[in-house]
Each structure stands twice: as structure tokens, then as C-alpha cells.
């Protein structure tokens, strides 16, 4: 699947009932720190509103009556209010952020859980980089709508409402005439988010082509310097830089016009209130402190309004980001467990491949063998090892010796025939419990951050240190690990980049070993060892398969005579089968194969 920038990046409506109702599902475990928020956060508006009105009675109950006793008094309780307001809010922010934080958490959690359970195929079309964002940006980007956008917008919805009422209230006349400044505002809001949103979905595009194009050329540096495109990569990546930093300008415009905008209005309308108010309270048809709260209430009615522009984003990022989270959520895992699962015990390791055919991309059911103009990967493939043997596996690049081992450990699934493990169906087998007895050592080994130790038990507790030991012993890994400056506790860099190839083969096989699993799968585990370092596993390896029932694809055909059996594949089809001597004496492919090592002998 080809990666578009675009999917990623489309940013849909600003609210959707059926994705919030679906966010809103997370939140059902913490109802009670939710309702005692919004009751903080009603509190709080009620708190925030009584400012205004307690100068208003300051001034014309006791300043203008020259009441200090009075004036005291009110002084204390605008102290008081302030006071509470600020300790309520601290514990609304705080239940809020700490509940934000829980309900991400267990979005976080559903989500990588769910990417854990999909197939091979699934990773083969989604890159990793998009996954990480889903599990990491995305997550983070609703959070902050929880924390800081739908429960703000709340508080500053119920301020406005409350301000209205108390305009209304202190006087009609003077409040009707306040509001003359409402609707050129809202038509520059509504111009506002249509450009912002535009804008927006522009700089997260762009923002897109950016970080892919840099993450691209940091990657392939070495092939950029070998070939000498530094000047012409960087064109490129100038040109998107300034696309980027345009629409970014053309966003600080759109934000430099609106805001002030808002200002302008509010000046206007405290204007309005002062020429109006100011006249009728000279004739004495409005008190003074009525006029000043009034002046308070409509400069604070005018900072909600600015916080709803910014919400607006948030809004529209959150539900670009719940969509697109909700249609990973979605994607069916096309390889479930069965339903009543058969868990492996005493394995004996005794494998059948019986009639398989597969393709990577597979027809439309019912399956054809034949195709239906499909890839056919395999086709009809049939063996039998019993507990214990060895087999190998060689054939040409592409043959089909990869797919095989994959369908063995069910990391894709057949289209027709059965692969048997103990004579039990691997389709009702526990995926775990399968996987738990079969050992994989593939050709580009994969080490995490930690040390050498925790590389080989990969945080097994059960397998000891000793144990660990013991298999870096047999596998001729201990020697290179005891000359590193802190042994088993090495530290190991990304993907092991400061091992070389063979060594980290090594640990990989070591790893198998500690592992003990009664089925063993190398995929070209010798490909990228040098001479010296083979010689001297190939004694690993035979002590390695010992009663346990391996299966060696290679190139190198000089690590697979002792095997019980050889299996040449072309083109997805077996053509030979039998031991190394055997194959030989047949002058078939295999024949032509060992030639073309060895020469003729």
C-alpha cells in the first residue's frame, strides 16, 4: 500500500456527534471526577461573575455614601472570592488533567494491544511511522481537547451566557444597546475559521511532506552522500520548507487581523457604554457602579469569544486525530484466535505441511488454485518432519523459502490445505502458546535498547543468568561478550549499530537457544557471519537442532549437508526431496545448485 500524505492529513468537520459519543465511551470509568469538574467549573463562572457586581455595590452602596465600615467589608469578601476561586480552580484543572491523563492512558493502551494482535500483512501496508503517530501524536491531541478544549469552551459558554443575564439585568436599554457589536462579530469569526481552517489543513499537510522528506534523507544519508545529491535534496526540501513557512505566514495574518479585531469590538462597545451610560448617569438615570460593572462584564464577555477561535483548532485536530485513531481501532485483526483455542503441551515438534497453497495477495474467495490471476507464492506444498528431524530448505531467491517458515509460525494464514503441528491444525492452536514452542533466527536481526543480557532472556524472569550464559557458551557468542568493557551488561545502541552483523547473529542465536523451544527456524542465519566465525557454529548448530525439529533455509549449502533432509523449492512448487547425497546423485536442481558453490568435484 502506497503511503498518501493527504489521508493522513485530512482535517474533517470541527465537531462529529458519532466520534465524540465514541471518545466519550473512555470517560465512563471516571463519571464521578467528570461531574465534579463541570460542578468546579460552574462554580467557578458563578465566582468569575460576581467581581463586576461587588465593585458595583462597593461603589455606589458605600464609596459614594463614604461607608469605610461598608467598604471594608466588601474588600474582604472580594479577597475571599478571589481567594476560592483560585483554590477551586486549581482542583478543576487538576481532576480534569488527572482524569484527561487516565482516559488517554487506557486509549493508549486499547490501541497498542490492538496493533500487537495484527498480522504480518498488516505492517507490510501501514508504515511505522504513521502507527507511532497514531499511538503517540494523536492520543496527545485529545487529551488537550478533554484538558483544555471541551471543558473550557464549557466554562467559557456558561461565562458568556452568565454575562449576558447580568447585562440584562443591570439595565436592558444599555445592555440591548452593548450587544449592536454581536453580529459584525461573529461574521469576521465566521470568516475567521473558514480561512483558519483552510490554512490549517494546509500546514498540517505540509508539515507532512516535511517531516517524510527529512525522515526519507536522514535515513538514506549514505546513498545521498555516495552519489553526490546533497545540493539537489536540498533543493527540495528547501521548496517544501517555504511552502510550509507561506502558509504559515498566511495563518499569522489571518490571527493578526482577527484578534485585534476582537479588540476593536470591545473597544466599541465600551465606547457605547461610556457615551450612553455615561450621559444617562450625569442625568441620573444610572447609577455609577452600574456603569463601571458594565464596563467590567462586557471586557471580560469579549475574552471567551477569543478563546472560542482557538478552540476551534483544537476541536477540528482532536476529531481529524479520534477519526483516524477509531479506523485503526476498526481494522479487523484477519488472523483471530480461534475461538476455543487449543493450548500446546508436551510438544513433541512433529510438522506437516499437507497441500498448501498461498499467496501474499490472495483472489477473491472461493480460491482458485490456479490463480484467478493472483501471485501464487506456494503452491501445493507438502512435507512431513517428524519429532526431531532436520530439514533445509533451498531453492532461489523468491522460490517461496521465507513463506513457508512465516506460515508455520501463522504470521499470515494459508488460503487452502493444512500445516500440522503434533497432527493439531495450527488454526486451533493459541497463537501464543504455538509461537512459545517454535525459535526464530532470520537473516536481519533485530536487538532493542538494554544491554547483551536482557537482548538474550528478552525479559524472560525465567530464564536465568546462568542459562543465558550457558547458551552464549554453546553458540561461541560468550568469547566477543566477555571483551566488551561491561560484558552482558553492554549497553546496546539502536538495533545494535555498534555490533557488527556476525555478532549480533550470534546473540540472536544464543537468544533461541535460552528460549529452548522444541521447533527451530533459521532463515539465513549464516549469510551474514564471515568464514571464521562459521566454522565455528557450525558445531553450534548441530548441538543446536539436537532433538529438536529444525527447519535451515540457506544460501550457503556448505551449513546443510548433515541435515535429515533437504526440500528444493522453485517457483513455489517442491521439485526435490531427499538428503545431501541423494540430491546429488539425482543431477537435478539441487545438483546444479551445489556446482555453482563448489564447482564440479
Known amino acids: 500500500m502506497q503511503t498518501n500524505i493527504h489521508e493522513d492529513e485530512i482535517i474533517g468537520k470541527a465537531y462529529d456527534a458519532r466520534l465524540m459519543g465514541r471518545l466519550l465511551g473512555f470517560f465512563k470509568p471516571y463519571k464521578k471526577q467528570l461531574a465534579i469538574s463541570i460542578l468546579l467549573l460552574i462554580i467557578i463562572s458563578i465566582l468569575n461573575l460576581s467581581g463586576p457586581y461587588l465593585t458595583k455595590v462597593a461603589i455606589d452602596n458605600y464609596i459614594l455614601n463614604g461607608d469605610w465600615t461598608g467598604l471594608n467589608f466588601i474588600m474582604a469578601v472580594y479577597f475571599m472570592v478571589l481567594l476560592l476561586t483560585f483554590s477551586l480552580q486549581y482542583a478543576q484543572v487538576y481532576i480534569m488533567q488527572l482524569t484527561g491523563q487516565r482516559a488517554m492512558y487506557d486509549i493508549r493502551v486499547k490501541l497498542f494491544a490492538h496493533i500487537q494482535k495484527m498480522s504480518l500483512s498488516f505492517f507490510n501496508n501501514n508504515p511505522i ?58 461574521y469576521a469569526t465566521k470568516l475567521y475559521r473558514d480561512r483558519a481552517r483552510d490554512s490549517y489543513r494546509n500546514i498540517r499537510t505540509n508539515l507532512a511532506k516535511l517531516n517524510s522528506y527529512l525522515q526519507e534523507n536522514v535515513g538514506g544519508m549514505s546513498t545521498v ?113 480461534p475461538q476455543k483455542p487449543i493450548i500446546l503441551k508436551d510438544v513433541k515438534g512433529e510438522i506437516e505441511f499437507d497441500n498448501v497453497w498461498f499467496s501474499y495477495n490472495p483472489p477473491p474467495p472461493p480460491f482458485n488454485k490456479g490463480g484467478n490471476g493472483g501471485d501464487l507464492t506456494l503452491k501445493g506444498i507438502s512435507f512431513h518432519l517428524k519429532a526431531g528431524e532436520s530439514a533445509a530448505i533451498v531453492g532461489a531467491t523468491g522460490a517461496g523459502k521465507t513463506s513457508i517458515i512465516n506460515l508455520l509460525g501463522r504470521f499470515y494464514d494459508i488460503q487452502k490445505g493444512r500445516i500440522l503441528i503434533d497432527n493439531i491444525d495450527i488454526r486451533d492452536i493459541d497463537k501464543k502458546s504455538l509461537r512459545r514452542n517454535i525459535g526464530i533466527v532470520l537473516q536481519d536481526v533485530f536487538l532493542f535498547a538494554g544491554d547483551i543480557e536482557n537482548n538474550i532472556r528478552l525479559g524472560e524472569d525465567g530464564i536465568s543468568i546462568e542459562k543465558v550464559y550457558e ?55 549464516t549469510s551474514s557471519v564471515d568464514t571464521e566465525t562459521e566454522i565455528l557454529i557450525r558445531d553450534a548448530l548441530r548441538k543446536l537442532i539436537k532433538n529438536r525439529t529444525s527447519i535451515i533455509i540457506a544460501h550457503r549449502l556448505s551449513t546443510i549437508r548433515y541435515v535429515d533432509k533437504i526440500i528444493v523449492i522453485h517457483d513455489g512448487e517442491i521439485v526435490e526431496m531427499g538428503n545431501h547425497e541423494e540430491l546429488l546423485k539425482n543431477n537435478g536442481m539441487y545438483h546444479n545448485l551445489y556446482q555453482l558453490q563448489f564447482g564440479a568435484r
Open 471 to 525: 547458551s552464549a557458551e554453546i553458540v561461541n557468542a560468550h568469547r566477543f561478550i566477555e571483551k566488551l568493557p561491561k560484558g552482558y551488561k553492554e549497553d546496546v545502541q539502536e538495533r545494535g549499530s555498534t555490533l557488527s552483523l556476525g555478532q549480533k547473529q550470534l546473540i540472536s542465536f544464543a537468544r533461541v537457544l535460552a528460549f529452548n523451544p522444541k521447533i527451530l527456524i533459521l532463515d539465513e542465519a
Open 225 to 337: 552522500q555516495v552519489f553526490n545529491r546533497e545540493d539537489e535534496n536540498f533543493k527540495r526540501f528547501d521548496e517544501i520548507n517555504i511552502e510550509n513557512k507561506d502558509e504559515q505566514m498566511r495563518s499569522l495574518i489571518y490571527n493578526a487581523i482577527y484578534f485585534p479585531s476582537i479588540e476593536f469590538f470591545s473597544a466599541i462597545a465600551v465606547g457605547v457604554i461610556i457615551w450612553y451610560g455615561g450621559g444617562r448617569a450625569i442625568m441620573g438615570g444610572i447609577q455609577l457602579g452600574v456603569l463601571v460593572a458594565f464596563i467590567q462584564y462586557v471586557q471580560r464577555f469579549f475574552q471567551p469569544v477569543r478563546d472560542f477561535a482557538e478552540k476551534y483548532n483544537i476541536m477540528q485536530a482532536s476529531m481529524a486525530s479520534s477519526e483516524r485513531i477509531f479506523k485503526l481501532l476498526d481494522t479487523h485483526e484477519d488472523i483471530p484466535n
Open 129 to 186: 511511522g504513521r502507527l507511532v503517530t497514531r499511538v503517540v501524536n494523536d492520543i496527545e491531541v485529545l487529551n488537550e481537547m478533554f484538558t483544555q478544549g471541551i471543558v473550557v469552551a464549557i466554562g467559557d459558554l456558561l461565562t458568556l451566557i452568565g454575562i449576558a443575564i447580568a447585562l440584562l439585568i443591570l439595565n436592558l436599554k444599555l445592555a440591548l444597546l452593548t450587544f449592536i457589536v454581536l453580529p459584525p462579530l461573529l
